[in-house]
């Protein structure tokens, strides 16, 4: 599963051996992104995109600023989700005209930064209305808006829904001709629509369906629009494999489908452009976690990896971000990548909890205080997504690679 490779035993990342880049980094745990095998992901997702498809990156996946600014010169946006992450957006150096913002219950503060950087806002309630149309008063700017739809259907098959039935993301379809009527009176500048229905699919014929729902709702929802449709986000939902037995997500079939959708969206809704919006397929595949061995128990003849690395810095490893059966990520011994696996362990970390578990149960090779353990799979959902100050141990370190 692992795109790191091993050489003479030992995993290597960006070309260099673990235990080296381990010295280099100066303590354990740590976070190492590769930044080649990011910029591969994005060049190969692009061959097999159709043309004029615009990618963007959602930040929430990955927030770190370094690595924000390696996408901001591969993708052609970047989504935030919040005023703190709009700063590390704008700091990127991403054209503000290409950085939207979604997300529920945003303050006025945050309306109004947004309204002053000149970006997109992502509209989820008719509550952010009047303030982005004082914003835009006080500041001589029309508020640059578009409607997030909480569509009638699901993204089926997803690790994480997020559109249909009730939700408190976007505005229910069904209230969509209203809240367009009010952004028209107030004078906001409407640029589009933005559908997002889910996360962490790996069926390709479900994210097929879910876009061709949303694009036939984005007709359908453009004949109440004040304005011409200039933007039609579609969303993602692309996955990658976690667990064994998950493969990697064909998009062949999902970029047919987009350019059949674009084809029609030239005479349907011209001069839309089409957004894909991507985090973790972008950047998780290419993050390890890495932590060290500490100490080696044996109870009751099970054996005990205790580490210095654990749910404070990963909790999506540890199975506590929104996994209902708890299943292990795929892990290695870094420094003895290349022997036979040993009697099964568990992974743990220093947190007293037994909440803590990296890894259950794994076949790994015989490890001694002092390896490296590997956690794949670490690039999204990650550091920013851990509970840093639980049992207040050292932090972890992010490095881009
Ligand atoms: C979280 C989120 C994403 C990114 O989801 P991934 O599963 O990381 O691709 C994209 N768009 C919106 C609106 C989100 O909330």
């Known amino acids: 599963m692992s795109q790191f490779p091993v050489i003479d035993g030992e995993l290597h990342v960006g070309g260099q051996p673990l235990t080296r880049l381990a010295a280099r980094i100066g303590q354990t745990p740590f976070y190492a992104y590769d930044r080649a095998l990011i910029s591969a992901r994005v060049a190969e997702l692009r061959r097999a995109l159709p043309d004029g498809l615009r990618l963007h990156y959602a930040m929430k996946a990955n927030p770190m600023p370094a690595l924000v600014c390696h996408m901001a010169g591969l993708v052609d946006g970047i989504d935030v989700a919040s005023a703190g992450e709009l700063q590390v957006a704008l700091d990127s150096g991403c054209s503000p005209e290409e950085i939207s913002f979604a997300g529920p219950g945003k303050r006025a503060d945050e309306l109004q930064r947004a309204v002053a950087a000149g970006i997109l806002v992502n509209v989820e309630s008719a509550r952010e209305l009047p303030t982005l149309a004082q914003a835009g008063e006080r500041l001589g700017v029309r508020a640059r808006v578009a409607l997030r739809v909480n569509p009638p259907f699901e993204l089926k098959s997803s690790g994480m829904r997020m559109g249909g039935g009730p939700k408190p993301f976007g505005v229910d379809a069904e209230q969509v001709p209203a809240v367009l009527a009010e952004i028209g009176r107030l004078g906001l500048a409407f640029e589009g629509f933005h559908i997002f229905a889910g996360s962490q699919n790996l069926q390709a014929d479900a994210i097929v369906d879910a876009q ?12 109440h629009a004040p304005a011409p449709l200039r933007v039609l986000n579609l969303g993602g939902g692309f996955g ?18 987009l350019g059949e959708i674009m084809h029609r969206a030239a005479a349907e809704l011209p001069g839309a452009r089409l957004v894909l919006e991507l985090g973790r ?11 060290r061995v500490t100490d080696r128990k044996c109870s009751r003849g099970h054996v005990f990896l205790v580490t210095d690395g654990g749910l404070h810095h990963h909790l999506a490893a540890s199975g506590n971000f929104g996994q209902v059966l708890r299943k292990n990520y795929p892990v290695t011994i870094g420094n003895r990548a290349g022997q036979a696996p040993g009697e099964p362990c568990t992974v743990v970390g220093p947190l007293c909890t037994p909440l803590d578990v990296i890894a259950a149960k794994v076949a790994l090779p015989d490890a001694a205080v002092g390896d490296l353990v590997v956690v794949f799979q670490s690039g999204a959902y990650g550091a920013s997504a851990s509970p840093a100050g639980f049992l207040s141990h050292p932090p972890c370190i992010e490095a881009l690679i």
């Open 240 to 257: 990658i494999p976690y667990f064994a037995g998950e493969a990697r997500l064909p998009v062949d079939a999902i970029a047919a489908n």
């Open 212 to 223: 061709q729902s949303a694009y036939r709702l984005a007709v359908e929802l453009a004949a």
């Open 281 to 291: 397929y972008l950047v998780g595949e290419a993050g390890i976690y890495v932590c």
